[in-house]
């Protein structure tokens, strides 16, 4: 039973530039959340997709933007960057509806340093 | 909105030492709670969950009580090992599809 895919697993970029970031959900799950976790802290949400829509969005800025494929998996694009972005990024799978155990499955992450 | 506030690590403890993280949160109603747990190198994973007052959730030995009259979820382990080591996070949600975690506390055990 595969669990939660993401890559790239660490990754540098320069201020200005772009970065997409990629997520296979576990098997059988519908649903895929991204969150970012800055040095020392807690992960904090961006969005959720399901059914290849965003259906909900945290509090981050128009330069993250995020797509859901047919297959469930996703991909986060942050673009313009900043310092301030250096973080790891997690993704998270879940089921919707009556399936939902309120778990979250999360990947290893990517780990994003912006020079 | 939801929000959980958690004690400041890092704990260091010696092996077989008794651990209690604290944990508080602030929600409207009676939210599902969580503690997940971030090994070196690794992503978060569920380590135990109450859905409801008064509900203890228990796992690998660790064991934490949603108390209501409290507002707390402390998370306990009467013996902790090395393996242990690892970051802790609270979490609930806020709203149906967001989460909130906590800043997380630093667990390291010392053989």
């Known amino acids: 039973d595969a669990g939660v895919t993401q890559s790239p697993t660490h990754l540098i970029k320069t201020r200005g530039q772009q970065v997409t970031l990629r997520c296979s959900p576990k098997?059988?799950?519908?649903?895929v959340s991204w969150y970012q976790q800055a040095l020392g802290q807690g992960p904090q949400f961006i969005f959720q997709y399901y059914e290849e829509e965003e259906r909900q969005r945290g509090n981050f800025p128009d330069r993250f933007s995020g797509h859901q494929f047919p297959n469930y998996s996703s991909e986060l694009n942050v673009n313009a960057l900043l310092l301030g972005d250096s973080a790891l990024y997690l993704c998270a799978s879940s089921l919707t509806g009556t399936r939902n155990t309120g778990e979250l499955f999360f990947g290893e992450g990517s780990r994003l340093t912006v020079l | 909105g939801n929000s959980v506030t958690q004690m400041e690590g890092p704990v260091t403890l010696s092996e077989e030492a008794f651990l209690t993280i604290n944990c508080t949160y602030t929600?409207?109603?009676?939210?599902?709670l969580f503690w997940y747990v971030q090994y070196p190198g690794e992503g978060l994973q569920l380590l135990l969950k109450?859905?409801?007052?008064?509900d203890k959730g228990s796992n690998k030995g660790f064991e934490a009580t949603y108390r209501k009259e409290t507002t707390s979820f402390h998370l306990e382990k009467g013996s902790v090992q090395v393996s242990d080591s690892a970051v802790y996070f609270c979490?609930?949600?806020?709203?149906?599809?967001?989460?909130?975690f906590g800043t997380g506390t630093r667990l390291k055990v010392l053989a």
């Open positions: 979490a609930l949600p806020s709203g149906t599809y967001k989460y909130i």
């Open positions: 929600a409207t109603g009676y939210p599902s």
């Open positions: 098997s059988g799950h519908d649903t």
């Open positions: 109450a859905t409801k007052a008064d």
